[in-house]
C-alpha cells in the first residue's frame, strides 16, 4: 500500500497563514510516503516566493515531488523567462522539473505543462508537447510492468462539467491516448482551484481504466467557490485508488465528499463546504 497526498496551487505570497500552518500539521501528524504539489507554488515568480514554497516544502516528513505551474514562471522579467524560466525553480524547489518517483506499488511521473509563451495574450495556458509526450512514451517504457502509473501535470485535461468553458491543457487528447497506451492509471492535476474527479471513457477495448482527479488551492486565498482542499490517496498493488478529499471549513481540516466532474453538492448535503474559507 502507497499513501499519497496530493496539493495544488499553494500560490506562495497569496496565502492564508492559519491554513499553512494547520495543513502542515495535519500532514506532519500522519505523512504519507510521498507528496505530490502539481505546480503553482507561487504567485509572480519572486524570489522570496519561491524561498517560502519551498521552505514550506522542506517543513513536511516526507519526500515531495513538484511540477511547475503557469505562476511559476516570472511574468515580468522577460529575459529570465525566455532564457532560463527554471532557474529559481532549481534553485528552491528541485533540480528537476519533470522528476519520476517509485516505490514497490507505483510509479510517478511528473510532466511540465507550462509554457515561456503561448500564441495570443494569454500565456498561462498550458501545453503538452509532440516531443514531451515521445519522451513520456520512451520514461513509461522503462518502468518495471508491475507498478501502477500515475502522472502529475499542473494543467487540467477535462473541464468541470458545470463549468465547460473553461480552458483546458494544450493536446489534452493526444496526453490521454498517451497515458492510456502506457498504461497510466491515474492523473494528478490543478490550476482551475477547482477540485473535481473525472473517469476518462475508455477508448480502445483492453486499455486500463484512467482516473483524472483535480486539485482545488490546498492554501490560497484565491478561492474559486470553494474551500481549500487537497487529497489523501491509497493505491494498494492491485492498483486500487482510493481518495480522500480534505477541506479547510474554517477551522480544521475535515473530509467531505468527492465531487464528481466539479459538480457543486446540494447546499443541505452532508458535509458541504462550499463558500466557506
Known amino acids: 500500500m502507497t499513501r499519497l497526498v496530493h496539493m495544488s496551487d499553494i500560490h506562495f505570497d497569496r496565502v492564508d497563514p492559519v491554513v499553512v500552518d494547520a495543513l502542515r500539521a495535519e500532514i506532519n501528524a ?41 505562476h511559476d514562471i516570472t511574468y515580468i522579467h522577460l529575459a529570465q523567462r525566455f532564457l532560463d524560466p527554471y532557474a529559481r525553480w532549481r534553485r528552491f524547489i528541485s533540480r528537476e522539473i519533470e522528476p519520476t518517483w517509485t516505490d514497490d506499488t507505483v510509479a510517478v511521473v511528473g510532466l511540465n505543462t507550462a509554457r515561456r509563451m503561448a500564441w495570443g495574450f494569454d500565456w498561462s495556458k498550458g501545453r503538452f508537447g509532440l516531443r514531451q509526450l ?13 507498478l501502477f502509473r500515475i502522472v502529475v501535470a499542473h494543467h ?24 492510456q ?10 490550476h482551475l482551484h477547482r477540485g473535481y474527479v473525472h473517469a476518462h471513457e475508455i477508448a480502445q477495448e483492453g486499455l486500463p481504466p484512467l482516473l483524472v ?19 489523501r490517496l491509497e493505491i494498494d498493488k492491485s492498483g486500487t485508488v482510493a481518495l480522500e478529499v480534505r477541506a479547510w471549513d474554517g477551522r480544521e481540516w475535515r473530509q467531505v465528499a468527492t465531487r464528481e466532474q466539479g459538480a457543486r453538492r446540494p447546499k443541505d448535503e452532508p458535509g458541504d463546504l462550499a463558500g466557506l474559507g
Open 134 to 146: 515521445h519522451r513520456l512514451n520512451k520514461r513509461l517504457e522503462a518502468l518495471p510492468k508491475e
Open 30 to 70: 500522519d505523512p504519507p510516503d510521498l507528496i505530490i504539489v502539481s505546480g503553482d507554488l507561487t504567485q509572480h515568480a519572486y524570489r522570496h516566493e519561491y524561498r517560502a514554497a519551498g521552505a514550506f516544502l522542506r517543513s513536511l516528513n516526507a519526500p515531495v515531488l513538484a511540477v511547475p505551474g503557469n
Open 181 to 190: 497506451r502506457n498504461g497510466v492509471g491515474l492523473v494528478l492535476a490543478g
Open 213 to 231: 482527479i483535480q486539485a482545488s488551492t490546498a492554501t490560497s486565498t484565491r478561492l474559486r467557490g470553494e474551500p481549500n482542499a487537497y487529497h
Open 156 to 179: 487540467p485535461l477535462h473541464a468541470p462539467e458545470h463549468a465547460p468553458d473553461l480552458d483546458i491543457v494544450g493536446r489534452a487528447d493526444e496526453a490521454l491516448a498517451c497515458f
